[in-house]
């Protein structure tokens, strides 16, 4: 059953950034760049989860925000940036990298005083 979930989760995650980034195969080399570096650092859970606060309305649990921490800030301005730049989302930019910004030093706070858990 956890495997299974693992890989539905990852689908979702999968289709959640296809969804919002759907010229992603203009720039191949940044989207290579970008997994190599940031994105195969968060587990497929917090990613959704991360995506989904920024640019919905989740709140994201204390474990990935450990997790969005470690996977560091350069890593997150630029994901997000990079999503909220694609046309059908360029619209409220501002009002993403605002939510970025919050949910990082969100997530900075919580992870100085409550140690990760699982």
């Given amino acids: ?3 299974l979930n693992i890989v539905m989760m990852s689908f979702v995650v999968l289709i959640v950034a296809s969804t919002c980034v759907p010229s992603l195969a203009g720039d191949e080399n940044e989207r ?3 997994w190599d570096q ?3 650092k968060i587990s497929p859970k917090c990613a959704l989860g991360i ?3 920024v640019f919905g309305k989740r709140v994201v649990s204390i474990p990935c925000c450990h997790e969005l921490v470690q996977e560091g800030k350069k ?3 630029r994901l997000v940036k990079y999503i909220a730049n694609r046309p059908n989302l360029v619209g409220n930019e501002s009002k993403y990298l605002l939510k970025r910004d919050e949910l990082w030093a969100y997530c ?4 100085k005083t409550v140690s990760p858990t699982r």
């Fill in 108 to 111: 900075v706070s919580v992870s």
């Fill in 1 to 3: 059953m956890v495997k």
């Fill in 38 to 40: 940031c994105i195969a």
């Fill in 32 to 34: 290579k760049r970008l």
């Fill in 75 to 77: 890593c997150h301005n």
């Fill in 51 to 53: 995506i989904s606060q």
